[in-house]
């Protein structure tokens, strides 16, 4: 599990746990909230971030349309 920053489309942020680093295009699906959409992962920033342990990982997301085309 790693802890990812989700960065939803009107700036709000979230912590998560996920199994593992999303890519580009892949789906997620928050398990603490089982009423919100599936969400599009849009963008993967991976951060140094001062004395912390290990990378920060900024997920930047929007709620998946019902239409893929």
Not at 41 to 68: A, D
């Amino acid at each position: 599990m790693i802890t990812v920053l989700i960065k939803w489309p009107n700036d709000n942020t979230q912590e998560a746990l996920l199994e593992g680093v999303p890519r580009v295009g892949d789906d997620v699906r928050l398990a603490n909230n089982g009423d919100a959409p599936t969400l599009e992962v849009l963008h993967v920033l991976w951060m140094e971030v001062g004395r912390q342990p290990g990378p920060r990982v900024v997920v930047s997301v929007r709620p998946r349309s019902e239409r893929r085309g």
